[in-house]
């Protein structure tokens, strides 16, 4: 079959390769039909090379249809439409009993210490071949596929895989009282979505940051305030201004570690781009790799006792945190990877209707065949050609 595969920074290519076969009893195989690509991935393209290796499998959002299940599949049979979580979880642990998916006990990557398996992410989380491919191997499939029904086309369903889920929790954790304002720091896919969940559930608010003429139209176009991060020298005193002097409540970091204007994680990357990957390694985990100015951000800008809900990926362990505003400001701070299935059914009623309320059949700027990747990588990551969501279609 044809996949997407890494062979180093900015170099992905469509590699001819083995079709996945079943290798568990949980496993099942599904021919995948569309299959996103995230900002997590430029993390891959970018700055995480050091724990990959060159012919791994990317893409952690697909459906498709079903093709083969395991002997312990009973969930879901062939020609079941399907979409894919992008973490794998058992569905019977502890963690999971407790809606804490992405810390399943069962696909844990306890080598690395880290939480449960993600599709075609890395070997801090379990090198499990991903889904930028015509066909992908499920594990855990007597838990995780979320059936979806026959008839619209697979843009109304696919963001489930991760889109949306991230961005409904992000939400979620940012707890946002009825009525109140949420302002939401960068504009891609996420923090898009999270600016449309914000209006759905209530905000009465919604501040959006980005830096990028598109995104910065495209969220103005549906109700969101907008500010372009470099007209405004001072930020925080142009949002303290719009908000009665405080700040709005809750903020959300839809950013993540390549944040731009952060000139020192930078740095760190390029250096980690020309150690040997074990020394590299070692600098990531435990150097100031993250460029952390949206982090710090969102904690300046916040209400004093407000909440920051933190859905950007961060990696670093030394990555110096402003602690002493954190704790003068009585600041909550919560984040970590989406808890897939402990969302969909709040989010799958708002998908089978007619009137779309979250602007899923129009999210997507690119729908390309698989072999176009390379470009399509280059382009998202260099935000050119308006590309804002793109869906491979195998
Ligand atoms: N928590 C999760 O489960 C989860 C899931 C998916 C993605 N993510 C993460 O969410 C983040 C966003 O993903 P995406 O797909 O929207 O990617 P993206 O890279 O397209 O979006 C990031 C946006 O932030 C903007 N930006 C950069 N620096 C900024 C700054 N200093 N202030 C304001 N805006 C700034 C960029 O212009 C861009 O529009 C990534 O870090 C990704 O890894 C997390
Ligand atoms: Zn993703
Ligand atoms: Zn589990």
């Given at each position: 079959?044809?996949?997407?595969?890494?062979?180093?920074?900015?170099?992905?290519?469509?590699?001819?390769?083995?079709?996945?076969?079943?290798?568990?009893?949980?496993?099942?195989?599904?021919?995948?039909?569309?299959?996103?690509?995230?900002?997590?991935?430029?993390?891959?393209?970018?700055?995480?090379?050091p724990f990959i290796d060159e012919g791994d499998i990317l893409g952690h959002e697909p459906m498709g249809i079903v093709e083969e299940v395991g002997a312990e599949v009973t969930n879901i049979k062939p020609g079941d439409r399907v979409v894919i979580p992008f973490n794998i979880s058992c569905g019977n642990c502890y963690m999971c009993g407790k809606g804490l998916q992405t810390q399943c006990e069962t696909t844990q990557t306890r080598e690395m210490d880290t939480g449960a398996a993600l599709l075609g992410y890395t070997k801090l989380y379990g090198q499990v071949p991903g889904g930028q491919a015509e066909y992908l191997r499920v594990p855990q499939a007597h838990y995780g596929p979320i059936k979806v029904p026959e008839g619209p086309p697979d843009d109304r369903f696919v963001y489930m895989s991760d889109v949306l889920p991230t961005a409904w929790q992000a939400v979620k954790y940012a707890d946002v009282p009825e009525g109140e304002t949420v302002l939401v720091l960068g504009l891609g896919p996420i923090g898009e979505m999270c600016t449309r969940v914000a209006i759905q559930q209530g905000a009465g608010r919604v501040i959006g940051v980005d830096l990028v003429p598109e995104r910065?139209?495209?969220?103005?176009?549906?109700?969101?305030?907008?500010?372009?991060?470099?007209?405004?020298?001072?930020?925080?005193?142009?949002?303290?201004?719009?908000?009665?002097?405080?700040?709005?409540?809750?903020?959300?970091?839809?950013?993540?570690?390549?944040?731009?204007?952060?000139?020192?994680?930078?740095?760190?990357?390029?250096?980690?781009?020309?150690?040997?990957?074990?020394?590299?390694?070692?600098?990531?985990?435990?150097?100031?790799?993250?460029?952390?100015?949206?982090?710090?951000?969102?904690?300046?800008?916040?209400?004093?006792?407000?909440?920051?809900?933190?859905?950007?990926?961060?990696?670093?362990?030394?990555?110096?945190?402003?602690?002493?505003?954190?704790?003068?400001?009585q600041i909550n701070l919560r984040m970590g990877q989406a808890n897939v299935k402990r969302w969909i059914p709040e989010i799958l009623p708002l998908l089978t209707g007619d009137d779309d309320p979250l602007g899923v059949d129009a999210f997507a700027t690119h729908r390309l065949p698989l072999e176009e990747a390379p470009h399509a990588y280059e382009i998202f990551q260099k935000k050119q050609d308006g590309a804002f969501k793109v869906l491979f279609q195998p």
């Open positions: 079959m044809k996949a997407v595969a890494w062979h180093g920074n900015h170099d992905v290519r469509v590699d001819t390769v083995p079709d996945p076969t079943i290798e568990q009893p949980t496993d099942a195989i599904i021919r995948v039909t569309s299959t996103g690509l995230c900002g997590s991935d430029l993390h891959l393209y970018e700055v995480l090379g910065l139209e495209r969220a103005a176009a549906h109700g969101v305030e907008v500010l372009d991060l470099e007209e405004h020298d001072d930020l925080p005193a142009v949002v303290r201004e719009m908000t009665g002097g405080r700040g709005p409540i809750s903020v959300i970091d839809a950013v993540g570690m390549e944040a731009h204007g952060a000139p020192i994680g930078k740095m760190a990357h390029t250096i980690a781009g020309f150690l040997p990957d074990a020394v590299a390694r070692k600098v990531i985990e435990t150097g100031g790799i993250d460029r952390l100015s949206a982090l710090h951000m969102a904690i300046e800008l916040v209400q004093r006792g407000g909440t920051v809900s933190l859905s950007g990926v961060y990696g670093g362990a030394a990555s110096p945190m402003p602690l002493i505003q954190m704790f003068d400001k």
